[in-house]
């Protein structure tokens, strides 16, 4: 194997035996006591073992654990050793992670240990805490490959701002986890790692491109994970491995050093965020962030504290617009089962629920993804090919790398940029005719779906074109009784696809209902669904989110 440094992409003569190479030196980063047995790894991606450090690993809210190591029920070096044998477990059973630092994890955390005796006090809000990392984020002297061969000898030379702000709250950063190939699939495919397995069901996606975060996450391997979503890829993995997410607007969170191809496309509106078995676990991630002042030291990032008042749980009662169905797809058994539940409950509470008007929202939804569509793919491939081509790899199959035929001319750009802006003052005028504070969408169409089998990103991908912040809600799971779609379901007329030539990585309203046989093809598959509120409101929204939680809480 020769790889030739003048990158990234870094030329590499043999794709397959350094994607081999690599893979093996992940597997040699794994404790020799983390490893499972044959026959015992078997077991464990069959659900058949009882979880390891449940004390710790099994708490779900990261301010619980917090305050155990405060008043020192546990150490900081105890907490990491924990987490980094279930993430070894993780690994060894669903491949989601892509680089190991434990050593490195656990001197931080003895040297937190040290200044807590020492002083009295934690360093930071996340004194002690594990946090995992999506690969893409760069952590000083950690390889960031993005899902890339050509990436693999890339070394991060600092850390962005995101693990910088992480780290100066306290936390332990310990793993770096899987993505799709260069972070363009909203499943967690690519050519170096492989495919991500989800823990529910090793036959079905964990969703991308944050997809190593959601994996591990569920695994209980992390407490608090770290991702971004350019069209998705939080809330495909939050809905597809039952976890909450945040997508924040675009500029909330400082993007300063998260690495994968660029063109300098500035039409798409990608935005970084949480995710984590509670909601008060995601506003520390957000309040970690925004403490330092990271509009400081990234250009990028809009000045704009965190307001913990408006972050509160709402006293008043709520407006919520209903989407059910966009026009796109229609919403399968399971996923209508849960936006159902969820008005129910929210109905129940005295919260005010808006069906939005389905033809009006049907044709908003078809032109904003056609839109959406076009500006992703809009340099014709040029940003990711010359990646791909530097070693060879293959392109993974449905991989949104664009084509000569999605090629769009600055005149095209320009026009295409006319049409968002007047989508977007479409929507604004729902807001204000309907009084809105949150809207409920599918986050998906389909629950957790086989590897490679997602339809469509386009309940999802909509709101990055609008540079709204969204919540990811965990509701329920498949069933095989309740989600048997019925004849009316099957027989409705398929909605045409869009952008078929141009985004031939979607399927369409005729897939989604060839793919759905019956709930057993989606058997354990999570569900989720997404609140959705308008650009920068990221603390309205976690103030929902709390309220939802509460609710959800106490019908159990």
Not at 109 to 127: K, N, S
Not at 224 to 234: K, M, P, V, W
Request: with cysteine; aromatic share 8%; net charge negative.
């Amino acid at each position: 194997m020769q790889i030739m440094a003048q990158g990234p992409p870094f030329l590499v003569e043999d794709w397959q035996a350094a994607a081999s190479a690599k893979r093996d030196q992940l597997f040699s980063s794994i404790p020799k006591s983390h490893l499972l047995p044959i026959d015992l790894a078997a077991r464990a991606a069959n659900h058949d073992l009882l979880p390891l450090d449940p004390a710790i690993t099994n708490i779900d809210d990261a301010a619980v654990l917090l305050d155990r190591i405060k008043d020192k029920t546990y150490t900081a070096v105890q907490v990491t050793e924990a987490f980094c044998k279930r993430a070894s477990i993780a690994q060894q059973t669903t491949n989601c992670l892509t680089e190991i630092f434990y050593d490195r994890a656990l001197e931080r955390a003895a040297w937190l240990d040290r200044y807590l005796a020492d002083t009295g006090e934690p360093f930071g809000i996340l004194h002690g805490l594990p946090v995992s990392l999506k690969d893409c984020y760069s952590v000083e002297g950690i390889p960031v490959t993005s899902g890339l061969v050509s990436w693999i000898p890339n070394i991060a030379a600092a850390d962005s701002a995101v693990a910088k702000g992480l780290v100066d709250s306290g936390a332990v950063l310990y793993v770096k986890t899987n993505v799709s190939q260069s972070l363009l699939m909203v499943e967690s495919i690519n050519n170096v790692f492989g495919t991500t397995r989800n823990p529910y069901n090793l036959d079905l996606s964990v969703g991308g491109s944050s997809g190593g975060e959601g994996g591990l996450l569920a695994s209980r391997g992390s407490i608090l994970a770290t991702a971004t979503d350019g069209g998705g890829s939080i809330r495909f993995p939050a809905s597809f491995c039952g976890v909450w997410g945040v997508k924040c607007s675009k500029g909330r969170i400082p993007a300063t050093g998260i690495q994968a191809p660029r063109d300098g496309n500035e039409s798409c509106n990608a935005g970084l965020g949480p995710m984590a078995h509670t909601v008060s676990s995601m506003e520390l991630w957000l309040r970690a962030q925004l403490i330092h002042r990271p509009w400081d030291y990234d250009p990028g990032c809009i000045p704009m504290p965190w307001n913990d008042q408006e972050a509160e749980r709402p006293t008043r009662k709520l407006t919520v617009g209903v989407l059910w169905d966009d026009g796109v797809i229609r919403p399968t058994p399971p996923v209508m089962r849960a936006m159902k539940q969820m008005v129910g409950m929210l109905e129940k509470a005295g919260h005010t629920l808006v069906d939005l008007p389905e033809d009006e929202m049907k044709s908003i939804h078809r032109r904003a993804l056609a839109c959406t569509m076009k500006s992703n793919v809009q340099s014709g491939g040029y940003s990711v090919q010359k990646h791909l081509d530097a070693s060879g790899e293959p392109v993974v199959p449905r991989t949104a790398t664009g084509s000569p035929a999605s090629f769009l001319t600055t005149q095209e750009v320009f026009a295409n940029h006319m049409v968002r802006g007047g989508l977007a003052g479409e929507y604004n005028d729902l807001w204000a005719r309907f009084q809105m504070d949150a809207i409920l969408a599918p986050a998906v169409a389909h629950p957790a779906p086989p590897h490679g089998t997602y339809v469509s990103n386009g309940y999802a991908t909509v709101y990055n074109m609008l540079d709204y912040t969204t919540g990811s809600v965990p509701v329920t799971k498949t069933d095989l009784q309740l989600d048997i779609a019925d004849k009316e379901w099957y027989e409705a007329a398929p909605y045409p696809r869009i952008e078929e030539e141009r985004f031939p990585y979607d399927w369409g309203d005729k897939e989604m209902k060839e793919l759905y046989t019956g709930p057993e093809v989606y058997r354990n598959g999570p569900v989720g669904v997404q609140f959705v509120c308008r650009r920068l409101r990221e603390e309205k929204l976690v103030g929902i989110l709390k309220e939802v939680e509460a609710l959800m809480a106490a019908s159990k």
